[in-house]
């Protein structure tokens, strides 16, 4: 019986042919494409820095789960291991799990939850109990954290309604442009590897990396604007764009204007 650790241990096997361009690396583009979230990571902290010295805890521990995404996801592609594969989904549930804990709206908490507190628990135990499952039927696991989306977007969708700032709903719309591309791309290299075979393009899945990590550059911002709203009312967010508005292409970023005077 294989290693756990050993390479192509994994069931998983992604559309790109395995050592082609290093007789180390498993899948070379799907490997390397991970360097887009060490950008992602950097860039959270360093253009939402206002954001950033007010809520210290949660963006550095997700800047950090997002590092270990993307360190995990290169190891599993580059070894196509089981052990590779588990790591690189587990990252991806806890950064979620931490993500829904620190920003996750009181608005929406289930009825039993009095205070962030308790959230923090039944987060933690839903967590490690999907942990536990995740080794059940590792093939799947992928296609249940993807189904999270849904959740976020349905989220979204009910702060929007309640949202009367046009250039949030335009930040809205463009991450769920990113996602639809990013799905696309995962969905190709997963089902139609054939076809992307048959002409030669067996490289969707590092575009999945590359394009689920800009509408994440998206995402960030658009929690962190709905949380200042429920969590810090001495302050009023304000939704920025790098370089510059003027810019076709734009990253944007939250900003936090002065605090209101208290009567």
């Known amino acids: 019986m294989p290693s756990i650790f050993s390479y192509q241990s994994s069931e998983i096997d992604w559309c790109e042919n395995n050592f082609v361009r290093s007789p180390i690396i498993a899948e070379y583009y799907n490997t390397i494409s991970n ?22 805890v949660p963006m550095y521990f997700i800047s950090g789960l997002l590092l270990c995404v993307g360190i995990f996801s290169m190891y599993f592609h580059m070894t196509l291991s089981y052990v590779g594969q588990l790591l690189d989904e587990l990252s991806i549930l806890w950064t979620l799990a931490v993500a829904y804990s620190f920003w996750y709206p009181r608005a929406h908490f289930p009825k039993c939850i009095k205070s962030r507190k308790h959230f923090y628990w039944l987060g933690g135990v839903t967590t490690v109990i999907t942990t536990v499952m995740s080794f059940i039927k590792p093939s799947i696991n ?35 442009v990113w996602w639809v591309l990013a ?12 076809l992307c075979q ?3 393009f067996p490289y969707f899945h590092s575009f999945w990396h590359v394009l689920i990590a800009v ?8 929690v962190m604007y709905f949380d200042v709203t429920y969590e810090m009312p ?30």
């Open 198 to 200: 048959a002409i030669n």
């Open 183 to 194: 799905i696309t791309s995962w969905l190709s290299d997963r089902w139609l590897c054939w």
């Open 35 to 56: 360097v887009c979230f060490f950008i992602l990571s950097a860039a959270l902290l360093h253009l939402n820095r206002q954001y950033c010295q007010q809520r210290t």
């Open 234 to 263: 001495a302050f009023k967010p304000k939704l920025g764009y790098w370089p510059s508005d003027s810019w076709p292409i734009v990253v944007p970023y939250i900003a936090l204007e002065d605090p209101h005077k208290q009567c």
């Open 215 to 222: 509408s994440l550059l998206y995402c960030f911002p658009l």
């Open 142 to 176: 992928a296609y249940a954290l993807n189904c999270i989306a849904f959740h976020l977007l349905y989220l979204t969708w009910r702060e929007l309604k309640k949202c009367n700032d046009q250039r949030v709903h335009r930040m809205a719309k463009a991450m769920v």
